[in-house]
């Protein structure tokens, strides 16, 4: 129950992120409110994972673990690779590409080692 949260809110970035990065691959336009919700489902995830870090809100102790805070440290770097990935990407396709990569690959390892630690806390 305590990483319910967590759980739904990466589940649902994932979740986006794939049909994004579809829509990227077919060259078809994403839809701002689709990129936006893809945003705030990984801000959200990225702030109950720092809530993880430091305990709950109801004072239940939970496991400090290196993989919870690479999980972390992962999903903050790709929501701002995220954020930076349009604007370094606006000029050249393949800039983009490599920008996206780089968002992808830090999304999925922090999505993996979240995922991860809420397998081995319950």
């Keep these: 129950m ?18 994004l990065g579809l829509d990227y691959l077919r060259r078809i336009p994403s839809k701002p409110t689709m990129i936006g919700l893809h945003l705030l489902l990984g801000a959200g995830a990225l702030e109950v994972t720092a809530m993880l870090l430091h305990g709950t809100p109801d004072g239940a102790v939970t496991p400090r673990e290196a993989i919870l805070q690479a999980a972390a440290g992962l999903l903050a770097f790709a ?44």
């Design 2 to 19: 305590l990483t319910s949260p967590a759980v739904i809110l990466l589940g649902g970035a994932v979740v986006l992120g794939v049909l």
């Design 79 to 122: 929501l701002f690779s995220g954020l930076v990935a349009p604007m370094i990407g606006r000029r050249s396709r393949a800039t983009m590409n490599v920008a996206l990569i780089v968002h992808v690959t830090a999304a999925a390892a922090g999505s993996i080692l979240g995922m991860v630690w809420i397998v081995r806390a319950r």
